[in-house]
Protein backbone atom coordinates (compact mmCIF):
# COMPACT_ATOMS: atom_id res chain seq x y z
CA UNK A 1 0.00 0.00 0.00
CA UNK A 2 1.15 3.38 -0.98
CA UNK A 3 -0.46 6.35 0.93
CA UNK A 4 0.79 9.96 0.69
CA UNK A 5 0.91 11.87 3.91
CA UNK A 6 0.11 15.85 3.80
CA UNK A 7 0.81 18.47 6.36
CA UNK A 8 1.20 22.42 6.64
CA UNK A 9 -2.33 23.61 6.14
CA UNK A 10 -4.27 26.46 8.28
CA UNK A 11 -5.44 30.03 8.06
CA UNK A 12 -2.90 32.31 7.33
CA UNK A 13 -3.40 36.45 6.28
CA UNK A 14 -3.18 37.86 2.97
CA UNK A 15 0.57 38.58 1.70
CA UNK A 16 1.52 35.60 4.30
CA UNK A 17 3.26 32.67 3.47
CA UNK A 18 2.41 28.54 4.52
CA UNK A 19 4.68 25.34 3.51
CA UNK A 20 2.93 22.29 2.63
CA UNK A 21 4.61 18.96 3.15
CA UNK A 22 3.86 15.85 1.75
CA UNK A 23 6.06 12.19 2.61
CA UNK A 24 5.30 9.01 0.78
CA UNK A 25 4.49 6.61 3.07
CA UNK A 26 4.48 2.75 2.17
CA UNK A 27 5.34 -0.64 3.07
CA UNK A 28 6.97 -1.40 -0.27
CA UNK A 29 10.85 -2.02 0.02
CA UNK A 30 11.25 -0.53 -3.20
CA UNK A 31 9.40 1.94 -5.44
CA UNK A 32 10.10 4.89 -7.51
CA UNK A 33 8.75 8.53 -7.63
CA UNK A 34 7.76 9.24 -10.86
CA UNK A 35 5.76 12.74 -10.63
CA UNK A 36 5.09 14.72 -7.77
CA UNK A 37 2.97 17.27 -7.15
CA UNK A 38 0.06 19.88 -5.89
CA UNK A 39 -3.47 20.21 -6.70
CA UNK A 40 -6.15 22.57 -4.93
CA UNK A 41 -10.09 22.93 -4.86
CA UNK A 42 -11.79 26.06 -4.20
CA UNK A 43 -15.20 25.67 -3.01
CA UNK A 44 -17.78 25.10 -6.18
CA UNK A 45 -14.80 24.59 -8.18
CA UNK A 46 -13.32 22.00 -10.00
CA UNK A 47 -9.51 20.58 -8.55
CA UNK A 48 -6.73 22.08 -10.64
CA UNK A 49 -2.82 21.88 -10.91
CA UNK A 50 -1.01 24.35 -8.93
CA UNK A 51 2.90 22.43 -8.84
CA UNK A 52 3.80 19.73 -10.86
CA UNK A 53 7.54 18.20 -11.14
CA UNK A 54 8.16 15.52 -13.40
CA UNK A 55 11.69 15.15 -12.44
CA UNK A 56 14.63 16.54 -14.13
CA UNK A 57 13.67 19.98 -13.73
CA UNK A 58 10.83 19.65 -15.21
CA UNK A 59 8.37 21.89 -13.45
CA UNK A 60 4.88 23.36 -14.36
CA UNK A 61 2.80 26.07 -12.99
CA UNK A 62 -0.49 27.18 -12.72
CA UNK A 63 -0.27 30.61 -13.88
CA UNK A 64 -2.09 31.42 -10.96
CA UNK A 65 0.51 31.16 -9.00
CA UNK A 66 3.61 31.63 -10.89
CA UNK A 67 6.76 33.51 -9.00
CA UNK A 68 4.68 33.14 -5.71
CA UNK A 69 4.59 29.41 -4.98
CA UNK A 70 7.86 26.99 -5.41
CA UNK A 71 7.79 23.37 -5.47
CA UNK A 72 10.12 21.13 -4.36
CA UNK A 73 11.31 17.56 -4.34
CA UNK A 74 13.18 15.41 -2.04
CA UNK A 75 13.20 11.85 -3.37
CA UNK A 76 15.73 10.97 -1.02
CA UNK A 77 12.93 11.88 1.61
CA UNK A 78 10.65 10.84 -0.38
CA UNK A 79 8.68 14.00 0.07
CA UNK A 80 7.73 16.74 -2.02
CA UNK A 81 7.10 20.25 -0.72
CA UNK A 82 4.79 23.61 -1.34
CA UNK A 83 6.34 27.01 -0.54
CA UNK A 84 3.72 29.66 -1.10
CA UNK A 85 3.84 33.26 -0.73
CA UNK A 86 1.80 36.04 -0.81
CA UNK A 87 -1.28 34.11 -0.44
CA UNK A 88 -4.43 35.67 -1.64
CA UNK A 89 -7.38 35.10 -0.81
CA UNK A 90 -8.29 33.40 -4.04
CA UNK A 91 -5.44 30.38 -3.16
CA UNK A 92 -8.13 29.20 -0.36
CA UNK A 93 -8.80 26.18 -0.84
CA UNK A 94 -8.08 22.32 -0.36
CA UNK A 95 -4.82 21.21 -1.21
CA UNK A 96 -4.25 18.00 -2.48
CA UNK A 97 -0.66 16.01 -2.62
CA UNK A 98 -0.57 14.48 -5.48
CA UNK A 99 1.92 10.97 -6.85
CA UNK A 100 2.22 9.05 -9.85
CA UNK A 101 4.72 6.32 -7.90
CA UNK A 102 5.69 2.74 -9.21
CA UNK A 103 5.96 -0.29 -7.37
CA UNK A 104 6.67 -4.22 -7.97
CA UNK A 105 3.26 -5.46 -7.72
CA UNK A 106 0.98 -2.02 -9.13
CA UNK A 107 3.22 -0.60 -11.76
CA UNK A 108 3.07 3.27 -12.39
CA UNK A 109 -0.25 4.65 -10.33
CA UNK A 110 -1.73 7.87 -9.79
CA UNK A 111 -1.94 8.47 -5.65
CA UNK A 112 -3.78 11.40 -3.95
CA UNK A 113 -3.25 12.96 -0.30
CA UNK A 114 -6.23 13.15 2.02
CA UNK A 115 -6.04 16.84 1.41
CA UNK A 116 -5.07 19.97 3.50
CA UNK A 117 -7.19 22.59 4.03
CA UNK A 118 -5.77 26.50 3.50
CA UNK A 119 -7.30 29.99 4.14
CA UNK A 120 -6.52 33.07 3.55
CA UNK A 121 -8.34 35.92 5.43
CA UNK A 122 -8.09 38.73 7.40
Known amino acids: QVQLVESGGGLVQPEGSLKLSCRVS??????????MGWYRQAPGKQRESVAV???????KYADSVKGRFAISREDDKNSVFLQMGELKPEDTGVYFC??????????????WGQGTQVTVSS
Open 53 to 59: DKGRSNI
Open 98 to 111: YGNIWTPDRGSVDY
Open 26 to 35: TTQSFFRINI
